[in-house]
């Protein structure tokens, strides 16, 4: 059983900054993707950085500059550093990787839970 914890959000005003952590724990044979996505109130879901076990980066357009996504393969993390933060980022942060739980299985995409951002003055 494979499971995606997520941490470090909050409430922040208008140019703060927050770091995101996710950890994935349980039977792990390999960690591919790693990605952030966020949901906001009546929106879709959608991609905010993606990070590869090999670490090439991604980022959505409207936080090109402003976040940085990293990984600690040995500890099985990601984080998100999220700077220079506006109302428009408010939404429910979502950490999934990509993982392969034993060496006979497929990979398949893992979900956190989420944790929410909120940006306000």
């Known amino acids: 059983q494979v499971q995606l914890v997520e941490s470090g959000g909050g409430l922040v005003q208008p140019g703060g900054s927050l770091r995101l952590s996710c950890s994935a724990s349980?039977?792990?044979?390999?960690?591919?993707?790693m990605g952030w996505y966020r949901q906001a109130p009546g929106k879709q879901r959608e991609l905010v950085a993606a990070i590869t076990s090999g670490g090439s980066r991604n980022y959505a357009d409207s936080v090109k500059g402003r976040c940085t996504i990293s990984r600690d393969n040995a500890k099985n993390m990601v984080y998100l550093q999220m700077n220079s933060l506006k109302p428009e980022d408010t939404a429910v942060y979502y950490c999934k990787a990509a993982i392969q739980g034993f060496p006979k299985d497929s990979r398949r995409d893992y979900w956190g839970q989420g944790t929410q951002v909120t940006v306000s003055s």
């Open positions: 349980g039977s792990i044979f390999g960690i591919y993707v």
